[in-house]
C-alpha cells in the first residue's frame, strides 16, 4: 500500500496529474514512475505508516536540496538589499547646462554608433527596433570614428529625424527636443540615479528606447540590469531596473525646461539577456505607442 499512496502524494509536487486510482505517470522527476494504486485495500495501519514514510522522505528530500542549494552557492536571502531604492517611485533628473551639452552630445553618438543600444518605436513601427541612422540621408560614415565633429553632425542628424517623424503625428517638435533627448540618452541620468539612491554604478547591458506615440508625445525608456553586488567581468545582474521620462515634447510644462520627472521600477529577474526583457515589454509599449497609454509600461 505504501508505494500507491506515495504515488497519489506525487500530483502534489508534479505539474503532470496523476489519477488516485490505475496507472500513474511522473515526469517531472526526470523518469518514469508506474505505480498501482489501491486505496481500498489498505487498513488503517497501513495508511498510518504509509502516510509517516511519506513525510519522512519528504522531509529529508527537502533538508537534501536546501543543504545542496548552499553548497552551490545559491542566494537564499530574498530580501531588498537597496535601503535607499524603493522597487518604484519617481526619479527628478535635472538638464544639463549648455556648457555640459556636449559631453551629452560625445555620450549620445556613442551609444548610436553601437547599432544596437539605442532603439526607437514610431507609430510606424511601434515594435522596438535599432534606430538606423546609417541608412538615412545626410548620415555620418560609418568608418568614421565618433569625435566631436561626428557627435555634431549626429545631433544635427537626430533633429532632421525627429522632425520628420514629428510631421506622422500631427505635432511639431519642440525647439529644444532634440536636446532633452540627446541629454538623457546619455550616461548623466544613471550616474545621478546611483547616486540619489546609493546603488552600485554597475549598470550591465544598458538600453535605450525613443518614444514616440501617435499624438506626439516624446519619451525615453532606459533598461539595463542592475545589481547589490558588483562581480568584476559580469554581464547581467539579479535586477532589472526601468527608467521612463516624462514627454520631453510637452511646450506647456516649464517645469521641463530644466528638469525631467522620470518615473523608475526595479525588480529581480532571472533574465540574463536585456533583449529578452524588452522583448516582455513589448505589448506595453506598442499599446503606449498607439493609443498613448502609459500606465501600463511605467508599472511593467
Known sequence: PTPGLIAAFLPAFSPTKTALSGWGRDISSGGVLWCYVAMSEMGPGSVLIACFIVAATTYVIFRWSR?????????EDESWPFPELDDHGLFTHTRAENSKLEECKSDFCRIAWTKTD?????????????????????????????????????????????????????????TDLTAKIVDLISVTPAVTFALEHKVPMQFLQTKFILLISAKGEVRVLWLAFMTDKVKPGAKSGPFVLKLLSSNLNDKGDQKGEKECILSYSAKRTLETQICAVTSQGNSHISKAILEDEWTSLECW
Do not use: C, Y
Open 67 to 75: 543543504a545542496n542549494k548552499k553548497r552551490g552557492g545559491g542566494d
Open 118 to 174: 539605442l532603439l526607437v518605436s514610431t507609430p510606424e513601427a511601434p515594435m522596438p527596433e535599432v534606430w538606423k541612422w546609417w541608412q538615412l540621408d545626410g548620415a555620418p560614415k560609418e568608418e568614421e570614428a565618433p569625435h566631436k565633429e561626428i557627435s555634431d553632425k549626429m545631433f544635427k542628424h537626430l533633429g532632421r529625424w525627429l522632425r520628420n517623424e514629428m510631421k506622422g503625428t500631427g505635432s511639431e517638435a519642440a
